[in-house]
């Protein structure tokens, strides 16, 4: 960027204007004739004036130091040249709280606005750098020789002795090229794995749709089908109708004749009876000829009238069928979207789910009070048995007790000899012997 011409309404200066020319510019004045004022107006027209700034110990704050001194408010012009386009930056005040915050970026010699060129972005977008990297390497303020250290300078130093380039940094490209492998995949997130899930769903959306669509095209198919088994049923509907039509025709014509013979016979009658007055055997035959033809032209007549019904009623009939076959295009239609239908489902099977599972729990509790019953009793039934077998224990050590006297009795009467004797001891204590073992089992 190449400055052209500055104006400035800025501290000392009202409305003063500096050209600048080719090469390298140096400023020579005493003191107190607003080079560093110039200075300062230089970094607020590219970067604006710090209104967060505050006044410290013994320095104002930009927005107070460099106030006009004639009581006017903050403006400038700057002319300059960026590449290949001359262009005109004006700032100016708008509110005593934000000194030359309202910006201005025109074409030189034009009422036509630079784009994407903003009060925020001007002197980055122009020199390429931050306030912060301007300020501690291009702009030296009066007494401030000292550059501070800065997160922004520091980055461009780190660029130029990695890259040689001052605008590329390799931990910085480095630090991208990491983010940039997270985002498109870290353990099971990022974006790969985003769009694996994605195309997994579309995947599985477009084999829906194909099978829908196989499904549309088999009830296409299924529905042609039945247009052409109407269309069949309509012409043969329509050949009945002319089947019918034409024996209907046939038998009124018939019966026409028959009627028009009927009729030139009995006028023939009619006119020999007026002329013989009395008729012969001859006639009267012919006459009940007639007769038996008048009938049998009637059942004819009646048959034809039978044959009309019937046809009539198989016209019904393919009517029916074709009503029929209306109510199988409209069931086939229904079958279209059957995922709503099977969603109530789903629906009424995990309610009917939650409650078989209520159901079994309920009677898994009503079981467990059952066992639970059935087990004090059987505890019951154990404690009579134990009470029994005690009272039986008690018994049987009394027979014991008895058995050796009532042995020396029997054996004082002499009625048993010594083999008997020791027989029924030893039944004896095998009794007892088996008697104690079942106890001792039933215990």
Not at 405 to 413: H, K, N, P, S, V
Request: some cysteine; glycine content about 6%.
């Amino acid at each position: 960027m190449l400055i052209r011409r500055m104006t400035a309404t800025f501290g000392k200066l009202r409305e003063q204007t500096l050209e600048l020319r080719e090469g390298l510019n140096i400023l020579q004045a005493p003191n107190e004739t607003g080079k560093s004022t110039w200075c300062a107006f230089l970094l607020a027209m590219l970067y604006g004036v710090n209104t967060k700034e505050r006044d410290r110990a013994g320095v104002l704050a930009d927005k107070n130091r460099y106030a006009p001194w004639n009581g006017g408010s903050m403006s400038g012009r700057l002319d300059c040249r960026a590449g290949e386009d001359a262009l005109t930056l004006f700032r100016t005040t708008r509110r005593p709280a934000a000194p030359m915050g309202d910006f201005q970026a025109l074409y030189t010699g034009t009422a036509d606005p630079v784009p994407g060129l903003t009060g925020a972005s001007c002197g980055e977008s122009l020199l390429g750098v931050s306030r912060e990297v301007y300020a501690r390497s291009a702009f030296i303020r009066q007494g401030g020789m000292a550059v501070t250290q800065d997160s922004g300078l520091e980055r461009r130093i780190a660029a130029l002795v990695t890259s040689g380039e001052e605008d590329t940094s390799y931990t910085e490209a480095v630090e991208a090229l990491k983010k940039q492998l997270n985002r498109r995949r870290h353990n099971k997130t990022g974006q790969l794995p985003a769009l694996e899930a994605e195309l997994q769903e579309t995947e599985a959306q477009l084999a829906s749709q194909a099978e829908l669509a196989r499904q549309r095209e088999n009830l296409l198919a299924r529905s042609a089908e039945l247009e052409a088994r109407e269309s069949s049923l309509k012409e043969e509907l329509a050949g009945l109708d002319r089947w019918a039509e034409h024996r209907k025709r046939q038998d009124l014509q018939k019966v026409e004749d028959a009627a028009v013979q009927a009729e030139e016979k009995a006028a023939a009658f009619r006119r020999r009876l007026e002329e013989e007055q009395v008729p012969e055997n001859d006639v009267t035959v012919r006459l009940r000829g007639a007769i038996v033809n008048l009938n049998t032209v009637r059942k004819s007549a009646e048959k034809a009238q039978e044959a009309y019904d019937a046809a009539k009623s198989a016209l019904a009939q393919a009517e029916e069928n074709l009503v029929r076959l209306r109510d199988i295009m409209g069931e086939l239609e229904n079958r279209v979207g059957p995922l709503k239908t099977q969603s109530e489902k789903a629906q009424q099977f995990l309610i009917l789910s939650e409650e078989k599972k209520t159901l079994e729990l309920s009677l898994w509790l009503e079981r467990l009070e059952k066992l639970r019953q059935e087990l004090r009793s059987q505890e019951d039934k154990v404690l009579l048995c134990k009470n029994d077998r005690a009272a039986a224990q008690t018994r049987l050590e009394q027979l014991e007790e008895e058995l050796p006297d009532l042995c020396r009795r029997i054996d004082l009467t002499g009625l048993l000899t010594e083999e008997d004797r020791e027989e029924l001891l030893a039944l004896s204590r095998r009794f007892l012997t088996s008697w104690q073992a079942a106890g001792k089992r039933g215990g």
